[in-house]
């Protein structure tokens, strides 16, 4: 059975952990991990062969060749998915980035600005509502695999209550294992190392640590910090293996145009890496977090707990409706067509959002935070709401700067009892909501209403009397 990704590629994490780990490392020592991270991580391994294979990427239920973040074309479980504990989704409420990590207003402008801009979720603290804020799943990979090596949480099984929390790390063992590797500062911020340095990747035995091995990140020449790994060392390449049209050196694991970053387009619209040895193999952190979960759970409970992701949380993906994001209006780069789509640029220098799917408002199934949505935008000018999340979008590039829908005149109030009924919340594919009840014109509903508010008040009169 094809299994979760079918792509960590335990052979390289391999070859990077002894690169990271020197000459400091025994020969047994090696050997061993080389028998833990092999067997750990295989049920994310396939044939490399393949990786070009168009009749066997359509075959695959995740294909092997990974460009683009959008759906379907890069579809893949997302971290809601996972249901990766410490993730903090924003909900779909028609805002951009719905469904991701940033969380904007139901009044903040998408076009002009982007939605990287809203931040994630930060506490000082672990013990509010929402305990740690936003943990990248990274880290929380880098803890559990630390963790698992250095063999300080007692046993394994202990990690898991099926019952509670099925075939996933219970979140009251995951975060006391990201504090002891990843302490809050004194004054109870975050600071979180980059999957691509050392600091922040997954653990081996002896204490060590290595670059995530499948993150690729865009970093490259000057731009390289020290302890990082950058298209130099994951891609033996330079600078010049660019596209001329890319913008080089942003940090990312995505690969933006020089006028999408010019624009201030959200990193994660631009495609991950497309060329090179390794075009097309990035992985997210929080699908590697699943597999060596899957993989843990299979051995502790392998009566409740299957080999494979899809035998577990995934049986049922995608799920209806799906938590795909919303992306912004895409085209091909001039002289480039078969290179992935990047993010459309108008006249103006601007960037267009919603794109072609629309924004993409539903009621997606996860966990999701909405105190930042419902209150009010402090970035640039605010919006009426969902004046973005509209079906057409051809015609955007009239005014980049005018977004709002045209004014039409409203026709005259008909008289009530001329008045059409409006269908039921339910009918008409709307969940039900107070502002559903106000806008209805069933008199007899209001009358039942305002009657039985008035038999309530009178009562409470001759009781207090």
Same mark, same amino acid.
């Given at each position: 059975?094809?299994?979760?990704?079918?792509?960590?590629?335990?052979?390289?994490?391999?070859?990077?952990?002894?690169?990271?780990?020197?000459?400091? /490392?025994?020969?047994?020592?090696?050997?061993?991990?080389?028998?833990?991270?092999?067997?750990?991580?295989?049920?994310?391994?396939?044939?490399?062969?393949?990786?070009?294979?168009?009749?066997?990427?359509?075959?695959?239920?995740?294909?092997?060749?990974?460009?683009?973040?959008?759906?379907?074309? @890069? @579809?893949?479980?997302?971290? /809601?998915?996972?249901?990766?504990?410490?993730?903090?989704?924003?909900?779909?409420?028609?805002?951009?980035?719905?469904?991701?990590?940033?969380?904007?207003?139901?009044?903040?402008?998408?076009?002009?600005?982007?939605?990287?801009?809203?931040?994630?979720?930060?506490?000082?603290?672990?013990?509010?509502?929402?305990?740690?804020?936003?943990?990248?799943?990274?880290?929380?990979?880098?803890?559990?695999?630390?963790?698992?090596?250095?063999?300080?949480?007692?046993?394994?099984?202990?990690?898991?209550?099926?019952?509670?929390?099925?075939?996933?790390v219970l979140p009251n063992t995951l975060?006391?294992?990201?504090?002891?590797?990843?302490?809050?500062?004194?004054?109870?911020?975050?600071?979180?190392?980059?999957?691509?340095?050392?600091?922040?990747?997954? @653990?081996?035995?002896?204490?060590?640590?290595?670059?995530?091995?499948?993150?690729? /990140?865009?970093?490259?020449?000057?731009?390289?910090?020290?302890?990082?790994?950058?298209?130099?060392?994951?891609?033996?390449?330079?600078?010049?293996?660019?596209?001329?049209?890319?913008?080089?050196?942003?940090?990312?694991?995505?690969?933006?145009?020089?006028?999408?970053?010019?624009?201030?387009?959200?990193?994660?619209?631009?495609?991950?890496?497309?060329?090179?040895?390794?075009?097309g193999q990035y992985r997210h952190p929080?699908?590697?977090?699943?597999? /060596?979960?899957?993989?843990?759970?299979?051995?502790?409970?392998?009566?409740?707990?299957?080999?494979?992701?899809?035998?577990?949380?995934?049986?049922?993906?995608?799920?209806?409706?799906?938590?795909?994001?919303?992306?912004?209006?895409?085209?091909?780069?001039?002289?480039?067509?078969?290179?992935?789509?990047?993010?459309?640029?108008?006249?103006?220098?601007?960037?267009?959002?919603?794109?072609?799917?629309?924004?993409?408002?539903?009621?997606?199934?996860g966990s999701f935070v909405m105190s930042?949505?419902?209150?009010?935008?402090?970035?640039?000018?605010?919006?009426?709401?969902?004046?973005?999340?509209?079906?057409?979008?051809?015609?955007?590039?009239?005014?980049?700067?005018?977004?709002?829908?045209?004014?039409?005149?409203?026709?005259?109030?008909?008289?009530?009892?001329?008045?059409?009924?409006?269908?039921?919340?339910?009918?008409?594919?709307?969940?039900?909501?107070?502002?559903?009840?106000?806008?209805?014109?069933?008199?007899?509903?209001?009358?039942?209403?305002?009657?039985?508010?008035?038999?309530?008040?009178?009562?409470?009169?001759?009781?207090?009397?």
């Open positions: 059975m094809i299994t979760l990704y079918n792509n960590f590629r335990h052979l390289r994490l391999i070859q990077h952990a002894e690169r990271s780990m020197g000459s400091v /490392v025994s020969d047994q020592m090696v050997s061993r991990r080389r028998s833990s991270l092999a067997s750990a991580l295989s049920i994310l391994n396939h044939a490399r062969s393949s990786l070009n294979d168009v009749a066997t990427c359509q075959a695959w239920r995740f294909g092997p060749r990974y460009d683009v973040g959008s759906y379907p074309l @890069g @579809g893949y479980p997302t971290d /809601v998915d996972t249901r990766y504990p410490f993730y903090y989704a924003s909900a779909f409420m028609g805002q951009a980035c719905a469904g991701g990590n940033a969380h904007c207003s139901f009044d903040f402008d998408g076009t002009t600005h982007g939605c990287q801009e809203c931040g994630k979720i930060v506490t000082d603290n672990d013990d509010g509502p929402n305990g740690p804020g936003h943990v990248p799943p990274h880290i929380g990979l880098a803890s559990l695999t630390r963790a698992y090596y250095d063999g300080g949480f007692g046993d394994v099984a202990s990690w898991f209550d099926y019952s509670q929390n099925g075939c996933r975060l006391p294992m990201i504090r002891k590797y990843f302490p809050r500062n004194e004054d109870g911020s975050n600071s979180y190392p980059g999957p691509f340095t050392v600091d922040g990747g997954p @653990g081996g035995p002896g204490s060590v640590s290595y670059p995530y091995p499948l993150e690729f /990140v865009n970093l490259v020449g000057d731009s390289c910090p020290a302890g990082a790994e950058c298209y130099e060392q994951h891609s033996e390449g330079t600078a010049d293996d660019f596209p001329d049209y890319l913008q080089p050196g942003h940090g990312s694991p995505h690969y933006c145009s020089k006028e999408a970053k010019g624009a201030g387009v959200n990193n994660d619209w631009c495609p991950y890496i497309f060329f090179g040895p390794n075009r929080h699908i590697a977090f699943a597999a /060596v979960e899957t993989w843990l759970a299979n051995k502790v409970m392998p009566d409740k707990c299957g080999p494979t992701w899809d035998d577990n949380d995934g049986k049922t993906y995608p799920y209806t409706p799906d938590n795909s994001i919303a992306f912004p209006k895409m085209s091909s780069v001039e002289g480039h067509e078969s290179d992935p789509k990047q993010p459309t640029i108008t006249a103006e220098g601007g960037f267009i959002w919603p794109g072609d799917e629309g924004c993409k408002r539903k009621p997606a199934l930042k949505y419902l209150t009010p935008t402090t970035i640039g000018v605010g919006i009426p709401e969902l004046s973005l999340c509209t079906d057409d979008h051809d015609d955007h590039g009239a005014d980049e700067h005018d977004h709002a829908e045209p004014e039409v005149e409203s026709p005259p109030a008909a008289a009530p009892e001329d008045a059409a009924p409006v269908a039921a919340p339910e009918e008409s594919g709307e969940a039900p909501s107070s502002r559903s009840l106000r806008q209805t014109t069933d008199n007899v509903h209001q009358f039942t209403l305002y009657f039985g508010g008035l038999v309530l008040a009178a009562g409470g009169y001759f009781l207090a009397n």
